[in-house]
């Protein structure tokens, strides 16, 4: 009777002290606020910090802005000349939004073909792998004799670069899926569409959605490669050609803005789709789901 009532309060004790269910979501919850501050506030100081030894060199060192301008100069001159740098802005937004759209539908489409029909894949992936590694500034030139429309050209040129990342990636994902599964589908008779909506097309999700960070940095760069290639101008051109223009005049400052703004563009793009990956993600496959560490 004694060893009872002495036990009893202690595992009494030791139920009252034990951390709940939800003290234990809400540790997990300041974890996880306390990394995305930290993934937010580390990169932003580190750019800070090498901003302001940027600033202070040039000035230290009185070095002329036709060499090497200080960031206070560049953001003047960015918001002085707003006018024709976000007209160009919108073009090169434009541009690499319709290369990826076609990347990704072509892509996606060509995958699947390639996934259900073998003969397929043998007669036109070998066609895939000469256009990605053939370098876009080498066919650009044809690409712009070939075609009459110059923002056609620029746009086939943006999505040659962006379409194998997303071709590639998409194909190993629909052959990922795990055999075994496979096997169980035909022995239940699924349907080739049940087994592509049931297995097939959750196995590439994710090597999807890694293509299409890939792809979104890269629609960029060949829509500013070949307006470079094309050195066009006007009013209905892009960033690339706001920097040529400005290396013919020698307005390094607005070579700099303009340059600003393509790696910023590019940032947004890499931060709306990993947020996306995240998104779809995030609650099921192991890349994006969150632990506490």
Same mark, same amino acid.
């Given at each position: 009777?004694?060893?009872?009532?002495i036990?009893?309060?202690?595992?009494?004790?030791?139920?009252?002290?034990?951390?709940?269910e939800a003290?234990l979501?809400?540790?997990?919850?300041?974890?996880?606020r306390?990394?995305?501050?930290?993934?937010?506030?580390?990169?932003?100081?580190?750019?800070?910090l090498?901003?302001?030894?940027?600033?202070?060199t040039?000035r230290?060192?009185?070095?002329?802005h036709?060499?090497?301008?200080?960031?206070?100069?560049?953001?003047k001159?960015?918001?002085?000349n707003?006018?024709?740098?976000?007209?160009?802005?919108?073009f090169?937004?434009?541009?690499t939004?319709?290369?990826l759209?076609?990347?990704?539908?072509?892509?996606?489409?060509?995958?699947?073909a390639?996934?259900l029909?073998k003969?397929?894949?043998?007669?036109?992936?070998?066609?895939?792998?000469?256009?990605?590694?053939?370098?876009i500034?080498?066919?650009?030139?044809?690409?712009?004799?070939?075609?009459?429309?110059?923002?056609a050209?620029? !746009? #086939?040129?943006?999505? %040659?670069?962006?379409? +194998?990342?997303? @071709? =590639?990636?998409? &194909?190993? *994902?629909?052959?990922?899926?795990?055999?075994?599964?496979?096997?169980?589908?035909?022995?239940?008779?699924?349907?080739?569409?049940?087994?592509?909506?049931y297995?097939?097309?959750?196995?590439?999700?994710?090597?999807?959605?890694?293509?299409?960070?890939?792809?979104?940095?890269?629609?960029?760069?060949?829509a500013?490669?070949?307006?470079?290639?094309?050195?066009?101008?006007?009013?209905?051109?892009?960033?690339?050609?706001?920097?040529?223009?400005?290396?013919?005049?020698?307005?390094?400052?607005?070579?700099?803005?303009?340059?600003?703004?393509?790696? !910023? #563009?590019?940032?947004? %793009?890499?931060?709306? +789709?990993?947020? @996306? =990956?995240?998104? &779809?993600? *995030?609650?099921?496959?192991?890349?994006?789901?969150?632990?506490?560490?």
């Amino acid at each position: 009777m004694a060893s009872t009532s002495i036990t009893e309060p202690v595992a009494l004790a030791e139920v009252d002290t034990a951390p709940s269910e939800a003290s234990l979501r809400a540790h997990e919850d300041k974890l996880r606020r306390r990394e995305s501050l930290l993934r937010i506030v580390v990169p932003a100081a580190i750019v800070v910090l090498l901003l302001l030894i940027w600033e202070w060199t040039v000035r230290a060192n009185n070095i002329p802005h036709y060499i090497l301008p200080a960031p206070s100069l560049i953001l003047k001159t960015l918001f002085d000349n707003w006018d024709t740098l976000s007209s160009a802005l919108w073009f090169t937004v434009k541009l690499t939004l319709l290369a990826l759209l076609a990347a990704i539908v072509g892509g996606v489409l060509l995958a699947i073909a390639f996934a259900l029909f073998k003969w397929v894949e043998i007669g036109l992936f070998p066609i895939a792998v000469i256009l990605q590694v053939t370098p876009i500034i080498a066919i650009a030139p044809l690409i712009l004799i070939y075609v009459s429309s110059t923002t056609a050209a620029l !746009l #086939l040129c943006a999505w %040659i670069v962006a379409f +194998f990342p997303i @071709l =590639s990636n998409t &194909v190993i *994902g629909l052959k990922s899926a795990d055999s075994n599964l496979r096997d169980l589908f035909q022995l239940y008779k699924a349907s080739p569409w049940q087994t592509f909506r049931y297995l097939l097309a959750p196995s590439a999700l994710p090597y999807f959605m890694a293509g299409l960070k890939i792809a979104g940095g890269l629609s960029l760069i060949g829509a500013v490669v070949a307006e470079f290639t094309a050195g066009t101008a006007g009013k209905e051109t892009g960033l690339a050609s706001r920097i040529l223009e400005s290396s013919f005049r020698t307005e390094i400052p607005m070579m700099f803005a303009a340059l600003l703004l393509v790696s !910023l #563009l590019g940032i947004v %793009i890499f931060i709306v +789709f990993a947020a @996306l =990956s995240r998104l &779809v993600l *995030g609650h099921w496959h192991e890349s994006e789901m969150r632990r506490e560490r």
